[in-house]
C-alpha cells in the first residue's frame, strides 16, 4: 500500500523528491502518513478534498482483497 500511495502522490506534485510515506500498524488498521511539500498541498487534497478523497479510495479498494483497513492521512 505505501508503494501505491508513493507512485500516486508523486505523480501529482511537482517536488515529487519530496514525497515520504511512512507506514505504521496498529492492532485495528494500517495507517500511512502522507508528506508532501507545502507547495504541493493543494495538489494532493484538491478542491473540496476530491482527490484526497479518490487516493483513498484507491487504497481501500487496493487494500481490500488483503482484508485489511488502511487509513490514509495527509500530514504537514
Do not use: C, W
Not at 11 to 23: I, K
Not at 40 to 47: A, C, F, H, P
Not at 62 to 75: G, L
Amino acid at each position: 500500500m505505501k508503494e501505491l500511495v508513493e507512485i500516486i502522490a508523486k505523480s501529482l506534485v511537482d517536488y515529487p523528491e519530496e514525497v515520504t510515506v511512512t507506514e505504521t500498524e496498529n492492532e485495528k488498521a494500517v495507517v500511512l502518513e502522507l508528506r508532501v511539500a507545502q507547495a504541493d498541498m493543494g495538489k494532493v487534497i484538491g478542491k473540496q478534498g476530491r482527490i484526497a478523497k479518490a487516493i483513498r479510495s484507491v487504497v481501500r479498494a487496493a487494500a481490500s482483497k488483503d482484508e485489511r483497513k488502511v487509513i490514509v492521512e495527509i500530514v504537514q
